[in-house]
């Protein structure tokens, strides 16, 4: 396991010595017991003091030969030190231990038992000084320059509920029976980022938070031509020094890609923290705007703080910065009276609606949440949070939210949004459930600084939200979200939208500017009115939870009460005219919808054994008792009862109610195929329904899966591996154009484009028992470009064994296609049950050739190679042909196809095989 922020570059005067990896440095000191256990320790058996330990050495700190003699080394490291008691103390360099991040509570010590301090909160960086004499009392003692490190794990320090929320188990993540002191549960403890030795010689620079405002007029349209007015770059440049500095004759330095240097001289500074301020203009001639996921490009530009000191040395910090407006719009802009002002001066969240202009553009927010990718920390790694933004974007995700039951992800995520052009909805580490809500406390204004400040230069982030679920009201607890935890965030960055919680059905009554959500430096106080009540804003939903009568799960309703109606054919019926769709009208964003899931036969059969290769697990039901909401405590020993929500519900709805008991190969794979296209399904009806109306936000509930099982997941715990859903996001629903036919025949198309489009609207009718072919409609559509532009058609009414193929065809060529079906697979088991034409070979360079004589629904391809394929989930009708490409996983730079693990291990379902 990988420490995922062993690549992360953290400056703060020197280069790091030493990284102490999570999965290396792991084990446990007991008077009973002097053993060593290899592995990350779980807090089911935490009766003991854990102890993590390593060495580092203290000449590399200070630049010496690590090849020379000991006793010299020793000897200049005295006098680099002035061990001696030199005269000159402020050249004496400060030598600190630096945890980026340590995971529950623990006390920390340097050579074996000097105390340095205690850490409480997993999201903060802790920097702890060591005396020169403790040093000078090693080397003295140890005649060595290795220094050596142990933090000491204890479960009875309070953490006050400061780490990964969802440690003990979610409804997508294993459950631990452990608590702490307050409750919380817990899984897991240790060093999760880096911790290094550094050297501080007079000042440091800690964070460089470069801040961007927009100095022309609010844009209102497009800028497709670029900016029309500059731009001006605040950047805050934080210092510690080590003692109280006077004629330094010093100066900060702040040089760009896109302006002159500016140089600004320093005198003084006071020991400890210090916040300097440089700026700069960036002319609208010399830059270019950064945009969103296919709406322009992701420019970005790097900045350099330099530092020098009255020796005239300089250290430099480089940051990327990109340069675009961003808005949070809840008032009608479109409409001027007394309720609705669009200036800078008016404040408070309005009631019409939400959605983000960016760089004057109203952009329709399409992704999903994310959970943290692994409940053990030390196995995140720098590249699979790359392949996780990657893959959001390949299937046309344009925002991701960073769900605050999780953590603060690794750097190569935020940079990999910046690079794509993913924004985000960025929540502060809190939820209510499971003891994790704030408090005003030191530490925690601490942790939301340090947040901030680390991610400000980030383009990608567009609104800090205060926490996930909260429903923050005045005159209550949780007022504490308003009055603390983002009054600290916008204290730190007036230049985002804030947000009170996710979801908020009204957002704020003072505290932000109307026009743009960003804070405006009054009291921040949530608004709450009977419109807000009625047409919130913002909410969560729908989900689809799986169930079962017979056999419980920690997840799900007892008694399998919790049925669902796919909505097949989709039901427009409350969906507004055309007049009375776009921004002008009262509109919504919806931040949290999904329905739960299983992961691919490949995912989960290795972590099962081959007796409970079943639904069922191959077993008798555990005795469950409900606990909490959703959550069950379950007691047996049924394999599968510990993996979140079943599934029989799904599949009964879409399949039919057989085989939910059957073990074995064949079964567990027909069962986990039809439980993920069942989730595809009734998602894809949820997001065209929603785009049938005035949504400018369709955040599924949740992008990543926390372990190889159950959860709610569009792609499995590897994120280059997708389920159905993801394939069908990215063909299907998360383009700009989209065509859709529901009950009864009515069909529309929508625009959500920068671009006006123009073409001819196909609409082809397959049927499943015969194969034969149906013309519906060929019609001439012209949409202007896209703030939601619908337009709707009648077809006649489509037989309940159709399929229908929607195209939108410009130029002769196919730009868009969809499927719509008027009937649940279920009803078609004696029309299509055993019609298996489809034949395929793969080519030696690894393509897949796929024909079939028959309707072929839903055509799945799965392999043991981690990766995806070009296309999966798919529909070919009768006598196509089909060329599908496999995608392997980048890790490492390796691209390389094992094509005979690729042919033995290629598996191709289609429905057909199992109804």
Known sequence: GMNFLRDRHIWMGCDTISVMDAAEYCGFDDDDDDSFEVGNPNLEFRTRTWIYRTHVDLASVLHEDWSSDDARIRSSIQRQLRLNHADDASSIPRISLVLEGVKMGAHVYIHDDYFLGTVTDQFVRYSFDVPSEVL????????????????????????????????????????????????????????????????????????????????????RSPLLNGPESDFRVDVNVHLYANNDINF???????????????????????????????????????????????????????????FRDSKHEMQWVDKNIGFRTSALVTSNEFHHDKTNKNDYDTEGSGTHGMYFRINGAIVWCRGANVVPMDQLEGRMSYESHRSLVQSAAEAGMNMLRVWGGGAILPSSFYNTCDELGVLLFHDMMYVEEQNHPPRVTFVQEEELRFTVRELASHPSIVIWNGCNECAVQMGTSSEIYASFVLRV??????????????????????????????????????????????????????YWHGSSATHPAVNGPLDGSDEFKANIPVDFDGSPDASKIGPDHRNQFISEFGASVFSSFESMSSLLNESNWGIHGGAPPDECDQYYENMNLCN????????????????????????????????????????????????????????????????????????????????????????????????????????????????????????????????????????????????????????????????????????????????????????????????????????????????????????????????????????????????????????????????????????????????????????
Request: aromatic share 10%.
């Open 136 to 219: 000078r009392m090693m080397l003295m003692e140890t005649g060595k320059s290795t220094v050596e490190i142990r933090v000491e794990f204890d479960p009875c320090i309070d953490t006050m509920g400061r780490f990964m929320a969802c440690s003990g188990g979610w409804d997508w993540a294993p459950y631990s029976r452990s608590g702490d002191l307050r409750g919380s549960s817990v899984f897991s403890f240790g060093i999760v980022k880096e911790a290094y030795l550094i050297a501080v010689r007079q000042v440091a620079i800690t964070h460089v938070v470069p801040h961007i405002t927009y100095l022309g007029e609010y844009p």
């Open 636 to 915: 047996g020993t049924n394999a599968m009862a510990e993996r979140n929500y079943p599934c029989d519900s799904m599949i009964r709805e879409f399949w039919g109610d057989h085989g939910f008991d059957d073990v074995g190969l064949e079964a567990f794979q027909r069962q986990l195929y039809q439980c993920m296209l069942s989730q595809a399904l009734v998602i894809k009806s949820e997001i065209e329904s929603q785009r049938s109306m005035n949504t400018y936000g369709s955040l599924i509930w949740q992008l990543n899966e926390n372990w190889p099982t159950g959860g709610w997941g569009c792609i499995e715990h590897d994120p280059r591996r997708w389920k159905p859903l993801m394939y069908f996001l990215s063909k299907y629903l998360f383009r700009d154009v989209v065509i859709s036919c529901g009950k009864g025949g009515k069909c529309y198309i929508k625009n959500n484009g920068l671009f006006r489009i123009e073409g001819v609207v196909s609409v082809i009718g397959c049927s499943v028992s015969s194969g034969v072919k149906t013309e519906y409609s060929t019609m001439p559509i012209a949409l202007p470009t896209g703030e939601g532009i619908i337009e709707w058609f009648d077809i006649m009414e489509p037989n309940e064994d159709d399929v229908l193929i929607l195209k939108f065809i410009s130029g002769g060529e196919v730009l868009y296609e969809n499927f719509s079906i008027f009937s649940t697979p279920k009803n078609w088991r004696h029309s299509i049950s055993n019609k298996t034409g489809l034949q395929y070979s793969i080519g030696e360079g690894g393509d897949i050739h796929l024909i079939t004589d028959e309707i072929a629904l839903w055509v799945t391809l799965s392999t043991r190679v981690i990766g995806r394929f070009s296309d999966n989930a798919f529909i070919m009708l009768p006598g196509e042909e089909k060329v599908v490409k496999f995608i392997p996983a980048e890790y490492e730079g390796l691209m390389e196809i094992n094509l005979t693990r690729l042919k033995e291990s290629l598996r191709i379902e289609h429905a057909a095989m199992y109804l």
């Open 248 to 306: 330094l004759d010093g100066e900060v330095v702040l040089q760009s890609e896109f302006a002159e240097p500016i140089h600004q001289s320093i005198q003084t500074l006071k020991c400890g923290h210090n916040k300097i301020t440089v700026s700069m203009i960036a002319s609208k001639d010399s830059i270019d705007l950064w945009w969103p996921l296919h709406m322009g490009p992701q420019s970005l530009y790097k900045i350099q703080v330099g």
């Open 489 to 542: 965030v916008s204290e730190e960055d007036k230049t985002r939208s804030i947000w009170p919680s996710s979801p908020s059905t009204s957002g704020w009554k003072t505290g932000v500017r109307t026009i743009d959500g960003w804070p405006n430096g009054n009291l921040l106080t949530t608004a709450t009115t009977a419109s807000s009540e009625k047409h919130p804003v913002e909410y969560h939903g729908p």
